[in-house]
């Protein structure tokens, strides 16, 4: 059963960059699986950020494509996100996930990111 | 690219069934058989329930079931209970550039 765990700062400055981590367990990051990103304001709906495959091919939402770079870390079992030149409206729990089929199957617990001076 | 429309809230007593539609258009929902439905308890993250329109992963109750005609997906919870009173949300896989599209969400209410 695959587990996923996010790490990374609670707290962001306007302006900044926003940077987590997903480390993968029970199962490795070269599977056949997509890895994703998606947010969730605060009492609000869920967004899809991006996803990238073990060899690299990333695919982001176009809304947020010019500020968000995800990797993926094979030796450690992990990928990345960094969300560039961040404002409060960045402020949302941010899960990764995983999954096939267009589904994810796997998410991590979420962790809370608040932007603010 | 616009959410996915759901209603915003659908309530039943236990032993009810109940339905949350999930509308889209021929780019996402109508085009293609990768609708899935999420159930989110409140602080919690969310659990797959249904993907590719009607199919239940392991271990997901038989109560829940979907299923879709033309551009809207639909969630059937039958024999309402305590522990389904949740947010719920759709996705599909869209033509469009946004790749995935997720629903509005709809919190469903056990009387």
């Known amino acids: 059963q695959v587990q996923l765990q996010e790490s990374g700062p609670g707290l962001v400055k306007p302006s900044g960059t926003l940077s987590l981590t997903c480390a993968v367990s029970?199962?490795?990051?070269?599977?056949?699986?997509?890895w994703s990103w998606i947010r969730q304001p605060p009492g609000k709906g869920l967004e899809w950020i991006g996803e990238?495959?073990?060899?690299?091919?990333?695919n982001y939402n176009p809304s947020l494509k010019s500020r968000v770079t995800i990797s993926v870390d094979k030796s450690k079992n992990q990928f990345s996100l960094k969300l560039s030149s961040v404002t409060a409206a960045d402020t949302a729990v941010y899960y990764c996930?995983?999954?096939?089929?267009?589904?994810?199957?796997?998410w991590g617990q979420g962790t809370l990111v608040t932007v603010s001076s | 690219q616009s959410a996915l429309t759901q209603p915003a809230s659908v309530s039943g007593s236990p032993g009810q069934s109940i339905t949350i539609s999930c509308t889209g258009t021929?780019?996402?929902?109508?085009?293609?058989?990768?609708v899935s439905w999420y159930q989110q308890h409140p602080g919690k993250a969310p659990k797959l329930m249904i993907y590719?329109?009607?199919n239940r992963p392991s271990g997901v109750s038989n109560r829940f079931s979907g299923s879709k005609s033309g551009n809207t997906a639909s969630l059937t919870i039958s024999g309402l209970q305590a522990e389904d009173e949740a947010d719920y949300y759709c996705?599909?896989?869209?033509?469009?550039?946004?790749?995935?599209?997720f629903g509005t969400g709809t919190k469903v209410t056990v009387l």
């Open positions: 996930a995983s999954g096939y089929s267009s589904s994810w199957w796997y």
């Open positions: 029970g199962g490795s990051i070269s599977s056949s699986n997509w």
């Open positions: 990238i495959y073990h060899s690299g091919s990333t």
């Open positions: 021929s780019s996402d929902v109508g085009g293609y058989n990768y």
């Open positions: 590719d329109v009607s």
């Open positions: 996705s599909s896989y869209t033509s469009s550039s946004t790749h995935y599209v």
